[in-house]
């Protein structure tokens, strides 16, 4: 099983730019898809990002389609969440999750393995 780290998370004001970065233990983690949910105060925790287990297939949320993009390299372990053109509503704890298949899904509940998350805060 691969644990999580993520990082890159702070405060940034609006229109800037963040690079979450997530840390995966483990030889199997060319075996995960990967993914990032978020969670901001008093709202259920959300679907963000996702790539399968080669890189070749993503999604995205609604609300950060053409300003997020999710890449991973295999090789280094890693999983990366470039965000751009940042909004206040973009502020919350981001979760990097895994779940041992090739294909990626949406709903929470497909993934086993979480991150302990990091902060993003936008201003305004």
């Known amino acids: 099983q691969v644990q999580l780290v993520e990082s890159g998370g702070g405060l940034v004001q609006a229109g800037g730019s963040l690079r979450l970065s997530c840390a995966a233990s483990?030889?199997?983690?060319?075996?995960?898809?990967m993914g990032w949910f978020r969670q901001a105060p008093g709202k259920e925790r959300e679907f963000v990002a996702a790539s399968s287990r080669g890189g070749s297939s993503t999604d995205f949320a609604d609300s950060v389609k053409g300003r997020f993009t999710i890449s991973r390299n295999n090789a280094k372990n890693m999983v990366y969440l470039q965000m751009n053109t940042l909004k206040p509503e973009d502020t919350a704890v981001y979760y990097c999750v895994a779940r041992r298949a090739e294909a990626f899904v949406t709903p929470r509940i497909g993934y086993d393995r979480w991150g302990q998350g990091t902060q993003v805060t936008v201003s305004s």
């Open positions: 483990g030889r199997t983690f060319s075996t995960y898809a």
